[in-house]
């Protein structure tokens, strides 16, 4: 008989495993090391053909503290955070016993001898295993590292339990520490000490297995921040000032290496960028509008507090007409919040950021090669319409573990927008006409440019963050100020037809339509299939990006309920669309709030929609 996909044959009488779909956790302390096991764990998995993603859960203060990594193996592709865990390791004796309690009835629990966890339950299979005993026997190592290499021995003995194939953990280990041979030899011990150790002395895992696929073939594991980072760089970004905070600190720091290395001239050293580490989040953004009023490409990334303190600035870059792009990587608020667990709570302040009558252009990248690519767009869009752009990415997106496919070479030219030359210039002078900065020539809301250095008599004009008419000149007429007040809620009118447009999926005639957007996305193809399961057909559309185009509208138009999902308390992007849709579209509407700080998984919305059906069809509502 052949072998069905997802399950292992086996003798009449015995268990038959699990395979390629199954949730591991290794629960460790902070600063332990065990990152790098983990990691060389993960990309075993993804060698072998199975698709995978790791989540990293850590504390935002001191070494010592709890901290767990899930990876799920999932062989239909399904790579959001799954509810429960399946195989839980456990190394950190402050967690044990809540960890294991937390496990449902029948999974599994590898434990460091230690802890003695045996007992707490005796529904879990446990495997006792002595891990520092099993470090201290790596020869010529000194005591620091053999508490490091404990990690490794966790990786060896899962890898004999589940089937994970030794040449690929060998080439994992070899791929973390590549260039460093002694590194790679204790670690290869380390991984042969565990699996020895339970092919010796472990009974057989049953319940589940790795089978070897073909559905990473061609495909990268990358962080979100780091997709960004080389989306900046093939953006035309030459400008980024930042201070740090986290989750958004590693995408400058990508950054910065990728314009050591690709934006310096190998023959003189000289750089062709600027990166500058501000004072605070306030002066970062102003350097980035003070760069984009000269004619670079600049960015900087910040989370919700540096948001915050951006405010003032990005009220100035609109209203002055400054291009700079914003890179937010959203974290769980208010005040300093959770600041390693993840949310999108950001997205009115993003949308509405500065005080008085402001519209800023929000992109929401739903996976790590949108990251890539809507970071590309986000110069475009900064430049053509000559405002800040605020690009809307998570901790889960941002600092997480992804496939995804090689990110294609960009292959459209930079749009610079409507910047006029001294050519230019001159031919409107020959035809006995004005230079006027913030006039509206075209009737898009979209004036004209010039740059500093421009030579021309006609290039130069004032730059005012107070009241000014279309000339740029000091102006508080009530008229004059309307009437460019209305030029740029114009102008942000024209962006809905320039921003990236939504994606469809699901059943177009389904009554049933859900909306979502950013990191939610990576659970909202499993959440289709759930829904289908329990008798309910739906559609999906995915945001990418605010101002909303007619195809949002439409979308609610033509169903009869739907349910926005996103990650906040108060149903952010529900506000945002009821004031960007009509009246009679509202009730329509209905929030399913994820807001633990946990990575939404695709149980929580199937279940929250499901809910809401059954409500809508019993007698009593």
């Given at each position: 008989?052949?072998?069905?996909?997802?399950?292992?044959?086996?003798?009449?009488?015995?268990q038959q495993a699990i395979v390629n779909d199954f949730s591991i956790q290794v629960a460790t302390a902070n600063g332990s090391g065990s990152q790098t096991s983990n990691t060389v764990l993960m990309r075993a998995i993804f060698q072998m053909g199975i698709p995978v993603n790791g989540k990293n859960l850590f504390p935002s203060n001191i070494q010592g503290l709890p901290t767990w990594f899930t990876i799920r193996?999932?062989?239909?592709?399904?790579?959001?955070?799954?509810?429960?865990?399946?195989?839980?390791?456990?190394m950190n004796p402050e967690t044990a016993v809540e960890d294991v309690k937390a496990l449902e009835p029948g999974k599994v629990c590898i434990y460091d001898a230690p802890l003695r966890l045996s007992k707490v339950r005796e529904d879990i299979q446990f495997f006792e295993v002595p891990f520092a005993k099993l470090s201290a026997g790596i020869p010529d190592t000194e005591a620091r590292i053999r508490k490091l290499?404990?990690?490794?021995?966790?990786?060896?003995?899962?890898?004999?339990?589940?089937?994970?194939?030794?040449?690929?953990?060998?080439?994992?280990?070899?791929?973390?520490?590549?260039?460093?041979?002694?590194?790679?030899?204790?670690?290869?011990?380390?991984?042969?000490?565990?699996?020895?150790?339970?092919?010796?002395?472990?009974?057989?895992?049953?319940?589940?297995?790795?089978?070897?696929?073909?559905?990473?073939?061609?495909?990268?594991?990358?962080?979100?921040?780091?997709?960004?980072?080389?989306?900046?760089?093939?953006?035309?970004?030459?400008?980024?000032?930042?201070?740090?905070?986290?989750?958004?600190?590693?995408?400058?720091?990508?950054?910065?290496?990728?314009?050591?290395?690709?934006?310096?001239?190998?023959?003189?050293?000289?750089?062709?960028?600027?990166?500058?580490?501000?004072?605070?989040?306030?002066?970062?953004?102003?350097?980035?509008?003070?760069?984009?009023?000269?004619?670079?490409?600049?960015?900087?990334?910040?989370?919700?507090?540096?948001?915050?303190?951006?405010?003032?600035?990005?009220?100035?870059?609109?209203?002055?007409?400054?291009?700079?792009?914003?890179?937010?990587?959203?974290?769980?608020?208010?005040?300093?919040?959770?600041?390693?667990?993840?949310?999108?709570?950001?997205?009115?302040?993003?949308?509405?950021?500065?005080?008085?009558?402001?519209?800023?252009?929000?992109?929401?990248?739903?996976?790590?090669?949108?990251?890539?690519?809507?970071?590309?767009?986000?110069?475009?869009?900064?430049?053509?319409?000559?405002?800040?752009?605020?690009?809307?990415?998570?901790?889960?997106?941002?600092?997480?573990?992804?496939?995804?496919?090689?990110?294609?070479?960009?292959?459209?030219?930079?749009?610079?927008?409507?910047?006029?030359n001294a050519e230019q210039l001159e031919a409107l002078a020959q035809q006995g006409k004005v230079f006027n900065r913030y006039r509206d020539v075209d009737g898009d809301g979209v004036p004209y440019r010039t740059l500093p250095g421009t030579r021309h008599r006609m290039s130069q004009y004032f730059t005012r963050g107070s009241g000014h008419n279309e000339q740029a000149l000091y102006s508080e007429n009530p008229?004059?100020?309307?009437?460019?007040?209305?030029?740029?809620?114009?102008?942000?009118?024209?962006?809905?037809?320039?921003?990236?447009?939504?994606?469809?999926?699901?059943?177009?005639?389904?009554?049933?339509?859900?909306?979502?957007?950013?990191?939610?996305?990576?659970?909202?193809?499993?959440?289709?299939?759930?829904?289908?399961?329990?008798?309910?057909?739906?559609?999906?559309?995915?945001?990418?990006?605010?101002?909303?185009?007619?195809?949002?509208?439409?979308?609610?138009?033509?169903?009869?309920?739907?349910?926005?999902?996103?990650?906040?308390?108060?149903?952010?992007?529900?506000?945002?669309?009821?004031?960007?849709?009509?009246?009679?579209?509202?009730?329509?509407?209905?929030?399913?709030?994820?807001?633990?700080?946990?990575?939404?998984?695709?149980?929580?919305?199937?279940?929250?929609?499901?809910?809401?059906?059954?409500?809508?069809?019993?007698?009593?509502?």
């Amino acid at each position: 008989m052949a072998i069905e996909v997802g399950a292992i044959q086996r003798a009449p009488g015995q268990q038959q495993a699990i395979v390629n779909d199954f949730s591991i956790q290794v629960a460790t302390a902070n600063g332990s090391g065990s990152q790098t096991s983990n990691t060389v764990l993960m990309r075993a998995i993804f060698q072998m053909g199975i698709p995978v993603n790791g989540k990293n859960l850590f504390p935002s203060n001191i070494q010592g503290l709890p901290t767990w990594f899930t990876i799920r193996v999932n062989k239909d592709g399904f790579v959001g955070r799954k509810k429960d865990s399946d195989i839980l390791i456990c190394m950190n004796p402050e967690t044990a016993v809540e960890d294991v309690k937390a496990l449902e009835p029948g999974k599994v629990c590898i434990y460091d001898a230690p802890l003695r966890l045996s007992k707490v339950r005796e529904d879990i299979q446990f495997f006792e295993v002595p891990f520092a005993k099993l470090s201290a026997g790596i020869p010529d190592t000194e005591a620091r590292i053999r508490k490091l290499l404990a990690n490794m021995c966790y990786v060896g003995v899962l890898a004999e339990l589940i089937g994970i194939e030794t040449s690929e953990i060998e080439k994992a280990i070899s791929k973390q520490f590549k260039g460093k041979a002694k590194a790679v030899n204790v670690n290869v011990l380390a991984i042969k000490a565990g699996a020895d150790y339970a092919r010796a002395n472990l009974p057989k895992l049953a319940a589940y297995r790795v089978q070897r696929m073909d559905k990473t073939a061609g495909k990268i594991i990358v962080e979100g921040n780091m997709a960004a980072a080389i989306g900046c760089l093939f953006g035309g970004c030459t400008v980024a000032a930042w201070y740090p905070i986290t989750p958004s600190s590693s995408l400058i720091e990508y950054f910065i290496g990728l314009c050591k290395k690709y934006r310096t001239d190998p023959a003189t050293g000289k750089a062709a960028y600027a990166i500058v580490q501000a004072e605070d989040e306030l002066a970062s953004i102003g350097m980035v509008l003070g760069a984009g009023w000269a004619g670079a490409r600049s960015m900087t990334a910040t989370s919700g507090p540096g948001l915050s303190l951006m405010q003032e600035f990005l009220g100035l870059g609109y209203y002055t007409e400054l291009p700079g792009v914003l890179i937010d990587v959203q974290r769980v608020g208010p005040s300093t919040g959770l600041p390693t667990r993840t949310q999108q709570s950001d997205l009115l302040s993003a949308a509405f950021a500065s005080h008085g009558d402001t519209k800023h252009i929000c992109l929401y990248p739903g996976s790590v090669q949108e990251c890539y690519e809507l970071a590309m767009d986000a110069f475009n869009l900064a430049e053509q319409f000559q405002t800040p752009v605020i690009v809307m990415m998570d901790l889960d997106l941002g600092m997480n573990n992804w496939m995804a496919d090689p990110f294609p070479y960009p292959d459209k030219a930079m749009a610079r927008g409507k910047v006029l030359n001294a050519e230019q210039l001159e031919a409107l002078a020959q035809q006995g006409k004005v230079f006027n900065r913030y006039r509206d020539v075209d009737g898009d809301g979209v004036p004209y440019r010039t740059l500093p250095g421009t030579r021309h008599r006609m290039s130069q004009y004032f730059t005012r963050g107070s009241g000014h008419n279309e000339q740029a000149l000091y102006s508080e007429n009530p008229e004059e100020y309307e009437r460019n007040m209305q030029r740029l809620a114009r102008k942000f009118e024209t962006a809905r037809k320039a921003v990236p447009t939504p994606v469809l999926s699901g059943d177009p005639a389904a009554p049933v339509g859900l909306i979502a957007f950013g990191s939610t996305d990576l659970v909202m193809s499993e959440v289709l299939m759930q829904l289908k399961e329990k008798g309910i057909n739906a559609e999906y559309l995915r945001l990418r990006a605010y101002p909303f185009n007619e195809q949002v509208r439409d979308f609610i138009a033509r169903k009869q309920r739907v349910y926005v999902v996103e990650q906040n308390r108060d149903g952010q992007m529900r506000q945002l669309l009821s004031l960007d849709t009509p009246p009679e579209l509202h009730p329509k509407l209905r929030s399913v709030l994820h807001f633990d700080g946990l990575p939404i998984h695709a149980r929580f919305v199937s279940d929250a929609v499901a809910e809401g059906e059954k409500l809508r069809l019993s007698p009593q509502t």
